[in-house]
Nanobody
């Protein structure tokens, strides 16, 4: 079993920044393959950015140049730095891990971008 706990969401004005954290625990031995997804009201969950299985990164086109994923292996934590936020970035953000091909999800953290 893997447990994922997100934190760092909140209300931010357009153009602002937020950093989300995802602390992983349990049967997870590598942060490779972990990533962030989001789900806006009335829309399907979509990939935001993730580490590939070899540690490089893959970004959705909508966040390239604005969002950055990083990690602290010692803390088993993955971060999402979000800059130049737009109202369309408003969503619940979910952390995902898939050790052994099995998907695990956190409960999500709400990000609201509004003036």
């Amino acid at each position: 079993q893997v447990q994922l706990v997100e934190s760092g969401g909140g209300l931010v004005q357009p153009g602002g920044s937020l950093r989300l954290s995802c602390a992983a625990s349990g049967s997870i031995f590598s942060l490779n393959g972990m990533g962030w997804y989001r789900q806006a009201p009335g829309k399907q969950r979509e990939l935001v950015v993730r580490f590939t299985n070899v540690g490089s990164t893959f970004h959705a086109d909508s966040v390239k140049g604005r969002f950055t994923i990083s990690r602290d292996n010692a803390k088993n934590t993955v971060y999402l730095q979000m800059n130049s936020l737009k109202p369309e970035d408003t969503a619940v953000y979910y952390c995902n891990a898939r050790p052994g091909g099995v998907d695990y999800w956190g409960k999500g953290t709400l990000v609201t971008v509004s003036s």
